[in-house]
């Protein structure tokens, strides 16, 4: 079982809609949790954090973490053709030096104009 | 605030040579830097974890002799791909760490070895 899995897609919406990307891991000591958006041949870019349990909402994206249940979401509301990208779901746990980050292999998205 | 560059963007070596790869961070002191490398259509894999002053901690399978890291300063980390082949070439990224939590990237560097 891989420590962070995400869903590899493509997830394709219309332009306009909700895009739900979810992620589940496996290791309970997770500390934090991260969404990257990474387009085709950059490096990532951090969109949201989430440390708690419950909702946290930035602008049209929203993030959901139920620790309980090892799961983490992302939902993109009003969905543009700019979103279109790969989404990788991040987990953080202690490591050397203070922590490790360990990524899921992402899941692309593609939205339709 | 929170941005990491890195230098070059983009490097073709030929095989058996060296290459190094500078990363900062720009606008604040960075606890703890990282050095990860992705393959096309893969997602990131973490090489090594450095803190300033000290030596790097590099994750199984990755040759600590191959890939040298220097973090020579809160600001700075280097990493040298000694003797590059052809499987070498790849997209390496660093990401710098202001407070045990969060990660910044810098725009990575794409390595073609001939």
């Known amino acids: 079982q891989k420590e962070v899995e995400q869903n590899s897609g493509p997830l394709s919406v219309p332009e306009g809609a909700i895009a739900s990307l979810n992620c589940t891991y496996s290791?309970?000591?997770?500390?934090?949790f991260f969404w990257y958006r990474q387009y085709s041949g950059k490096s990532p870019e951090l969109i949201m954090s989430?440390?708690?349990?419950g909702d946290k909402e930035d602008g049209r994206f929203t993030a959901q973490l139920n620790k309980a249940s090892q799961y983490v979401s992302l939902l993109i509301r009003d969905s543009q053709p700019s979103d279109s990208a790969t989404y990788l779901c991040?987990?953080?746990?202690?490591?050397?030096?203070?922590?490790?980050?360990?990524f899921g292999a992402g899941t692309r998205l593609f939205v339709k104009a | 605030g929170a941005v990491v560059s890195q230098h070059p963007s983009r490097v073709i070596c030929k095989s058996g040579t060296s290459v190094k790869i500078e990363c900062r961070s720009l606008?604040?002191?960075?606890?703890?830097m990282f050095w990860y490398r992705q393959f096309p259509k893969q997602s990131l894999m973490l090489m090594a974890t450095?803190?300033?002053?000290?030596?790097?901690?590099?994750e199984q399978g990755v040759e600590k002799d191959k890939f040298l890291i220097n973090h020579a300063s809160l600001t700075l980390s280097t990493l040298t791909v000694t003797s590059a082949h052809p499987e070498d070439s790849s997209f390496y990224i660093c990401s710098a760490s202001r407070n045990y939590n969060e990660q910044f990237f810098g725009p990575g560097t794409r390595l073609t070895v001939l």
């Open positions: 290791d309970r000591v997770s500390q934090s």
């Open positions: 991040a987990v953080n746990r202690p490591g050397t030096g203070g922590f490790k980050t360990i």
């Open positions: 450095s803190n300033e002053g000290s030596k790097a901690t590099y």
């Open positions: 989430i440390y708690s349990n």
């Open positions: 606008d604040f002191q960075a606890t703890t």
